[in-house]
């Protein structure tokens, strides 16, 4: 089911201070998509899940969920929570503790008095889709945080909604059962085929789970496209820097006649993805560390190869496992990078850092 938004704002007051935690949002989200939001703390992407759900009631604008407009000021609608066929699961999961596995997915159904057959049918079906069956009388006290999440899932999901959204559901659980759970929720929301809305300020979760990433700050959608779209070629410095690891250089634009968009910036010139601005254009070149590779200072490479090269110094290396994060200086500027753990490179050598223009990324200031 298809979500349209359509110039949603919410304001508060906080200590005599107006925020605006939407300023006027405009949004489509495609059906049977898995859609998220991403942002930093206080940008108002849990505040437009919230009115989304009934939950918070927005100053002025317009939902529609399906063909059914559930909220809109001017024509005066407002359908409530429970009759706008939404699922919710929250982030701290809201499952309740006097209350086993079976009777906490089954409240919905026993709200909507539905038949106790009924009701035994459709909880063993969806226990069954998030792997709990045999866990129908195990009391919530004994269940483990990714179990709880299952839980929660199936709650959300046992009175069929056409929209389910989730408020940071993974952000309780530890680095590996966030992952774990994170893989299974992909496999559930791609079987289910329905139109999911995911907050998270976890850019990991949000490349991961995403067909559409919709990156918020101050109060509305900065930009928004498929992972691959957000992470190699944003268009913003903020959905660049706030997307991955980024090295985020002052560039002016050198030349844009040939195959590449050519820019001079404090550690030299580069050819980059071309991308047309005018001359004036106030640029930052976004190049991520792992897109950086290093030769020898000697190495002087092939002419057209259309490598950009400068050659730097390591100041740091810091190893992490996979990779040593290794921070390079180019007269008065530093660079990210990454370099293999079994490198031969070390602290004071000089080399060259080379980088293809495709994984160049100019984006406005």
């Known amino acids: 089911m298809e979500i349209k938004i359509r110039g949603l704002k919410k304001h508060f007051f906080s200590e005599g201070k107006l925020i605006k935690a939407l300023d006027g949002v405009n949004l489509d989200i495609k059906a049977n998509k898995i859609f998220t939001l991403l942002g930093p703390s206080g940008c108002g992407k849990t505040t ?6 009934g939950l918070e009631t927005p100053d ?7 063909n059914t407009i559930v909220w809109s000021k001017d024509k005066k609608i407002y359908v409530p929570t429970e009759k706008r066929e939404l ?3 929250f982030q701290t999961y809201a499952i309740w503790p006097h209350m086993d596995v079976f009777n906490n997915v089954a409240y919905p159904l026993q709200n909507m008095k539905l038949p106790k057959d009924d009701i035994a049918r459709r909880v063993a079906k969806v226990l069954d889709f998030v792997q709990l069956s045999g866990f129908e009388k195990r009391p919530s006290t004994r269940l483990s945080g990714g179990q709880q999440q299952r839980v929660a899932l199936a709650r959300a999901l046992v009175a069929e909604p056409k929209v389910i959204l989730f408020d940071e559901p993974l952000s309780n659980l530890d680095a ?21 809305v995911y907050v998270t300020h976890d850019r990991v979760e949000a490349l991961a789970l995403s067909d559409i990433i919709g990156v918020m700050n101050a109060g509305n959608i900065v930009e928004q496209g498929s992972p691959t779209k957000i992470y190699f070629d ?3 410095r903020f959905v660049a820097d706030f997307i991955g690891r980024a090295n985020i250089i002052p560039a002016k634009i050198y030349s844009q006649a040939g195959p590449y968009t050519e820019v001079d910036t404090p550690i030299g010139r580069f050819s980059c993805q071309k991308r047309s601005f005018d001359a004036k254009d106030e ?8 897109f950086i590779s290093f030769e020898s200072p000697d190495n002087k ?26 921070e390079i200086r180019i007269g008065d500027t530093g660079l990210m990078a990454k370099l293999d753990p079994e490198t031969k490179y070390k602290e004071g050598d000089k080399l060259v850092l080379a980088v293809k223009p495709g ?4 984006v406005s200031k």
């Open 283 to 290: 640029l930052m070149l976004c190049i991520r560390p792992e």
């Open 48 to 53: 437009l899940l919230r009115c989304i759900v």
């Open 301 to 326: 490479g092939d002419e057209g190869d259309n490598l950009n090269r400068v050659t730097g110094q390591i100041k740091q290396m810091i190893f992490v496992g996979e990779v040593f994060e290794t």
């Open 87 to 89: 699922g919710m699961v």
């Open 60 to 66: 002025e604008g317009e939902i529609q969920i399906g």
């Open 359 to 362: 994984h160049c990324l100019l």
């Open 176 to 196: 590996k059962l966030r992952e774990e759970t994170r893989k299974e929720l992909k496999t559930f929301l791609g079987e289910l085929n329905i139109t999911a």
């Open 234 to 236: 944003a268009d913003h």
